[in-house]
């Protein structure tokens, strides 16, 4: 899948979560809330579901617990538009109650296509709800800060999860806040630990190729010089961090 197709792909399910019913919250919800970020991404981040901002806006993390999240990402160089950001439940649960099973069941399908369609490396769980769906049966107080394999039934193909607190319980507790400030600093080393354990997916590595191919041959001969073949110049041009 090319970068436009992987673009139209995410476009398509955002256009199915925005006129969704399946579950009882699209009554409540003022917009559904589908996720956004770049579709290039090798990390998505994945939070329970919209608040009252999100819900206003129509956009993932906008309130302070967006901005904390910004603040997380830069604190290692990361910024949110490289990576992708989106939500268990699409939809705002009413005064920002946790997410019924059967809401979580019924949205289920968009948050596995948006992460087939990305394929990322790297999924960071934000909260209990979120986590649950990658790392089942743990307690996110024992596991935050700490990186399994996927599922692939997840939807997620050759990825590796790395458990975070919900900002909103950072904004709560100054304890957690500090703590979620050392299990984001685990996430580039967990990234390039899955960069080096993963085989790239035969549509990413022809993409690689085509764009190793348009590059020109100076900017190349810089890139080679430093990255040590063309393979590497490769994986070095999907990099974005
Ligand atoms: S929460 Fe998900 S399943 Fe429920 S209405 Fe919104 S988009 Fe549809």
């Known amino acids: 899948m090319t970068s436009a197709e992987r673009q139209t792909a995410l476009d398509a399910i955002a256009a199915e979560v925005r006129a969704c019913t399946k579950c009882r919250l699209a009554a409540t919800r003022t917009q559904a809330v589908p996720g956004e970020g770049s579709a290039d991404t090798e990390v998505v981040f994945v939070g329970e579901g919209p608040g009252f901002h999100e819900d206003r806006q129509g956009r993932p993390f906008v309130g302070r617990a967006g901005d904390l999240l910004v603040k997380l990402l830069g604190s290692i160089e990361w910024r949110r538009e490289d990576v992708f950001i989106t939500n268990v439940v699409k939809c705002r649960p009413p005064d920002n109650r946790d997410p019924e099973p059967d809401e979580v069941a019924a949205c289920a399908p968009y948050l596995q296509r948006q992460i087939e369609t990305l394929d990322p490396a790297l999924v960071v769980t934000l ?102 073949d063309v393979t590497e110049t490769a994986s070095a041009d999907l990099t974005i961090f």
């Open 127 to 228: 909260g209990r709800h979120s986590m649950a769906r990658f790392v089942p049966g743990a307690r996110i107080s024992q596991v935050h800060g700490t990186t399994q394999r996927v599922d692939p039934a997840t939807g997620a193909r050759d990825a590796t999860v790395l458990a975070m607190y919900h900002p909103a319980a950072a904004l709560r507790t100054p304890a957690i806040e500090r703590e979620s400030y050392d299990d984001i600093g685990r996430a580039p080393r967990a990234l390039l630990d899955a960069r080096e354990r993963r085989a790239p997916s035969p549509a990413r590595r022809a993409e690689a190729v085509e764009t190793v191919e348009a590059v020109a041959v100076s900017d190349l001969e810089v890139i080679a010089a430093a990255a040590g």
